[in-house]
């Protein structure tokens, strides 16, 4: 059995607006393994993105259990958090989210510096499978979104981090360009080892990874 690298155990989570509690996670159980690459779908507004932030440490569950890595994370420090999402995260999501100022190479080397490693031989493919040689020194808001989607997904697997969590990856590009988004990401993290939970709204998306899963009415069904 491949080791365990997300686990929920009955997490609830709920938002208060006004006088209103609006319960978005009831009792949810679900678990992640090494390698798994899954597809968290369901309608709008039922919680894919509040799951995601909670398994980033961006969301504290109400009750119920949350491990990484085989961690409770219960007790962890801000510091704690840090360190997990800069070693062991990586994050895509649909607005890209690069930094704007600097160029291709930048971005994708950032991981590494806060990490305090060097660019690598594994740093030299992605960008080669990742066809962005050309435009390496480019500032990237001059590309088009599939090229920034590409820088993002080289940013996020350069630290060959345990889990990728994609938020809509595809959901700002046209169909022939977010199909190669998605057969890159998913090829990409089979290499680096990396497990994948991924929210989308596009059942063509969803079926480039090997599981599904349902988010409705507050509970992960398979
Ligand atoms: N920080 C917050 N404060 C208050 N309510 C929130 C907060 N974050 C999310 N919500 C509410 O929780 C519910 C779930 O939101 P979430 O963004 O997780 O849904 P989603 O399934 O990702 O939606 P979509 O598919 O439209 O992106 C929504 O009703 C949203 O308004």
Redesign the pocket.
């Known amino acids: 059995m491949s080791s365990v690298v997300c686990q929920l155990s009955q997490v609830t989570k709920s ?3 006004g006088e209103q509690r ?1 319960q ?1 996670l009831n009792d949810v159980d679900l678990r992640l393994h090494l390698g798994d690459t899954i597809a968290l779908t ?12 909670i398994i980033a440490g961006f ?1 504290r569950v109400d009750a119920g259990q949350l491990t990484l890595l085989e961690q409770d994370t219960h007790l962890w420090t801000d510091n704690q958090w840090a360190l997990f999402r800069r070693q062991q995260l990586g994050v895509v999501f649909q607005q890209f989210n690069l930094l704007t100022p600097l160029n291709v190479i930048d971005n994708i080397r950032f991981p590494l510096q806060l990490n305090n490693q060097k660019w690598n031989i594994w740093g030299d493919e992605l960008i080669e499978k990742l066809t962005l040689t050309e435009v390496i020194n480019r500032p990237v808001e001059t590309l088009s979104g599939g090229q920034q989607q590409r820088v993002a997904i080289a940013r996020a697997l350069i630290h060959k981090p345990a889990l990728l969590l994609a ?2 990856p595809t959901g700002n590009l046209d169909e022939k360009a977010g199909q190669q988004v998605m057969g890159l990401l998913c090829d990409l993290a089979k290499a680096a080892n990396t497990t994948v939970l991924m ?1 989308t ?1 596009s059942d063509t998306c969803a079926a480039f990874m090997q599981r599904r899963w349902h ?1 409705e009415q507050g509970k992960v069904h398979e």
Not at 42 to 53: A, D
Request: proline share 4%.
């Open positions: 938002f208060t607006d609006h978005v369901g309608p709008s507004g039922t919680g894919k993105s509040t799951l995601l932030n969301e938020d809509e929210v709204h988010l």
